[in-house]
């Protein structure tokens, strides 16, 4: 579902890239881990901003995504020269100079982020901001349904089998 509407949300707002970070974790080791899942432009290579991205992993509060998730609203840098962007010199070798991140909520709490990226420096739009926002919730809820999904299998399927457990009915007793 991320990198359909990574792709869709690329599209439809004309940024060249997307990418989806991941809130997960235990405690103290809760961070911003890096998916694969990726849209880029036909065209565009993103390969060295991929390998810089792959090994940048971000607490609450640390790089875009770690500011998206320490907010829980999205996060704009305008010019990637001018804004402090941890991963600047594979992004703007990639072809990339500014960014949003946005978050993807159960609740209040944040559970993936979603950073879109453009080639030129772009002042915040905040119709954009405010549309981004409202699919970034869509996508936060249909998280949560899969999660719902997934607990409800695991409590009809046994744990050690997988296997779907029996029924038991009650009966009345005469």
Known sequence: VLKSALEYMCQFTGWSAGHAYIVAGDGPTLRMWPSNIWYGA???????????????????????PGRVWASAAPVWLDDFV???????????????????????????DVVAALEFFGPNPMPE??????M???AGTQLG?????DRANDRMHDALHDALTGLPNRPHFLREVD
């Open 82 to 108: 001018t804004s402090g962007f941890a991963r600047r010199e594979a992004a703007l070798r990639s072809g990339l100079r500014a960014g949003f991140g946005v978050p993807l909520l159960i609740g209040p």
């Open 132 to 134: 981004i926002r409202q």
């Open 42 to 64: 036909p065209g565009l290579d993103l390969s060295e901003f991929q390998t810089a991205t792959a090994g940048a992993v971000f607490a609450e509060g640390e790089g875009l």
């Open 125 to 130: 739009d905040p119709a954009l901001t405010r």
């Open 141 to 145: 809820r249909v998280i949560e349904r």
